[in-house]
């Protein structure tokens, strides 16, 4: 039944209505089903007598909407409804100057920050192997640490192992490497906004600082062997330099204006009126508009 | 300035004068044979209300049983049925009945509808829901079991294999489980695809989709979950069948069956059923609030992503009940994670909840009391939830009373109370009468007393190591004063219920005359006569805003000037 269907009557005042008529075959039908699963737990005749109604019950259910549904015309009584409240006055929320309703004007495009993602992948690398060089002599030391986070039996390798070169955990560590950097950098754009002024502080400080301390609370549960060999000194650093690439490719770009001219409270989804501006394209058509007219719409 | 007048119909009521009795038989032919769905709704919520009188009874039972160590109140027989007969009754014979009676009820009159897309349908589902419980309950006159004698299902209301099989559950009561849930979820089926048809096709001129009620919304997200989530357990609810009567081995671990595949066909489908149920009370909360707090609703479309979102991360959360069946370690990171995942599109309804309520000019009648306290008590649920999340405490609390703790907060604390605050806010709706406040204000105060009793002190007892399930236990276990205090909390509850019951009904007759407005509300339903009349609006209703009432009280400050 489609909308048009249901409502095309729109009924006048002194006119009948067709609805749907009241019918008992839905009832006979499902008493049918339930006694034919009780059959089951029962007797077989109970379970006869079921399927018996649940023939009955279709067929006399067919004849009511085939070949034309069964309707009845209920008359329609026009009574005055009266849309009212006691509440007449609207107040509009205050906000005062402590009060933060602050949207940056201008951000730096999502884009930006898959290409500081992927700028800050290339730069970690000097310090990581920088560490792997000082600490194991060896610069595959931190690629097969990350390669072995993706490797479900990495529990019982020695150091000398890590510290050499291994095709497989290569390969792993470019492709967890690569699609952790360019989510970093995807959530990096998105979280743009919200320090447009800074992107060098935001990814430079405080991203990988909470990025490190979320994984240093929970390493140790996700992959303890990995945990157990992760040096959270270098770990900071290789993510500063991660985080400044990323800020500086950032600040290099081009800004774009966000759809500040939209008003705050409509941008977080606050429908209180009396809080926004006014949107004159919206509502209804002039002639529509609440008054005598508009009263008999509904 | 501000009578706006709309043309709507009352009822026509030219009754010949007929015998008492030939009265009623013809009122009792008019609710069997009627397609209308604000009184298949009312059937809907009359029925579980029922049930949920028989649930409560049955909690009543357990709860003189374990009040004091070594008691011999019920029979251990007794006992295992009761726990599973009210846990199958308020899961599929309370709450998911009376929450789809208010989607019956409301979606039309909120979309500006006539009527729901199939009535036909929509009777036989609710038919099939009602017989399906008639059908279980009777299994305690016709479930021959082990002693041949009428005997109800005894297996808990998630019935693991392989308890279920023919060697370890004789007789036909757990038949009788099966069966009658099969028969109502057809019917739950039926409604859910009534209720998605309906939102999408009937809409009024005007009602987008984005101007939709965020009861509406919810309902449509909770339809959909049901058609998903419903069907595998009516699948494997068949598979069963077919174990006990032709010799299948599907969950027979004797004969190569698997008793984990029952358990993860029954969760995928459990889990969701928390959200089916515990979204329609979001929908309440969402309706409530607003209206007494005199604000309108605080993120509305971050509202209606939320509850997306939550429809779809709990699709995929099922197996965090089976962490002490045993899971490798990345399923059970897996589900440790996705189970977190929930509480972010929940902390953000919990916050615009309270967003809403902030600044407002909040009237504490009976319904928003229910609101309020529900925000409080889901924000519990959902804090023991997380930490029953974290698969090393689950391993520790899982088969305890803590876990039945979180499980009664979510469903009392949260769905509940929103069903009685439902209730005391529609209820002048349908009947044109307005429930007795002073009575309202005891059953609020006496049952949120009652329930912090109880659940608040299960907890402890959890802490303690009471298992779940548990028939009784000895005196030094230490458990005798706190399940003592559980106990009596429960009596408080149903005194709580009982003056619930008092109300519904003296008011009916006493109570005061609603109007067609009682709460100064802003949905369509409020602007048709308390109880509308069959066929809702006289006229098609043309909406431009979320709050279409709220644009014809407040022209000279409509809604639609504000939306984009």
Known sequence: ?298 | MADQTLPIAGTLGVTPQRSRSSRLLAWLHEWVITVDHKKLGILYISYSLIFLLVAGAEAICIRIQLAMPNNHFLSPEVFNRLFTMHGTTMVFLVGMPILFGFANYLVPLMIGARDMAFPRLNAFSFWLTAFGGLLLYYSFLGGFGLYGMGNAPDVAWFAYAPLTEKAFSPGHSTDYWALALIVSGFGTLGTAINIIATTLSMRCRGMTLLRMPLFVWLMLVVSAMTLVTITPLTAAQAMLVIDRYLGGHFFDTQAGGSAVAWAHFFWIFGHPEVYILVLPAFAIENEIVPVFSRKGIFGYPAMVAASVGIGFVSMGVWAHHMFTIGLTSVGNTFFVLSTMLVGIPTGIKIFNWLATMWGGRIRFASPMLFATAFIFQFLIAGLTGIMLSVAPWDWQLHNSYFLIAHFHYVLVGAIVFNVFAAIYYWYPKATGRMLDEKLAKWHFWLFVLGFHITFDTMHFVGFMGMPRQIYTYLPDRGWGPLNLVISIGGFIQAIAVLIFVYNLVHSYFRGKEAGNDPWDAWTLEWSTPSPPPVYNFATDPVVYSRRPLWDLKHPEDPDWKYES
């Not at chain 1, 040096?231 to 950032?250: I, K, N």
Request: glycine share 12%; charged share 10%.
């Open chain 1, 1 to 298: 039944m489609t909308e048009m269907a249901h409502h095309k009557a729109g009924a006048e005042h002194g006119e009948t209505i067709h609805l749907p008529a009241p019918t008992h075959w839905p009832i006979i039908l499902a008493f049918g089903c339930t006694l034919l699963a009780a059959g089951l737990v029962t007797t077989p005749g109970i379970g006869i007598f079921g399927g018996v109604l649940i023939v009955t019950g279709c067929v006399g259910w067919f004849r009511q909407v085939l070949p034309h549904e069964a309707h009845e015309d209920v008359p329609v009584r026009a009574d005055k409804v009266v849309i009212e409240t006691s509440r007449r006055s609207v107040e509009r929320l205050q906000f005062g100057p402590d009060q933060r309703v602050h949207l940056p004007v201008e951000t730096y495009p999502i884009r930006s920050g898959i290409k500081g993602g992927i700028a800050g992948g290339f730069a970690m690398i000097l310090p990581a192997i920088l560490y792997g060089l000082i600490t194991q002599h060896s610069i595959w030391y931190p690629v097969n640490l990350l390669g072995g986070a993706g490797v479900a039996n990495w529990s019982h390798v020695t150091t000398a192992e890590i510290a050499s070169f291994h095709w497989s955990w290569l390969m792993i560590a470019i492709v967890i490497h690569g699609i952790t950097c360019l989510l970093v950098g995807l959530l990096y754009g998105a979280m743009l906004p919200i320090l447009p002024r800074h992107p060098v502080l935001l990814g430079g400080l405080l991203a990988p600082l909470l990025w490190t301390g979320l994984l240093h609370s929970s390493m140790g549960v996700i992959n303890p062997a990995l945990d157990a060999h992760i040096s959270w000194g270098w770990f900071v650093v290789s993510q500063v330099t991660f985080g400044v690439a990323a800020g500086l490719v950032v600040a290099r770009d081009n800004r774009i204006r966000t759809s500040g001219r939209l008003p705050f409270f409509a941008r977080i989804g606050l429908e209180a009126p009396g809080l926004m501006e006014s949107n004159p394209h919206a509502g209804p058509p002039a002639a529509e508009r609440p008054g005598p007219g508009h009263q008999e719409k509904h």
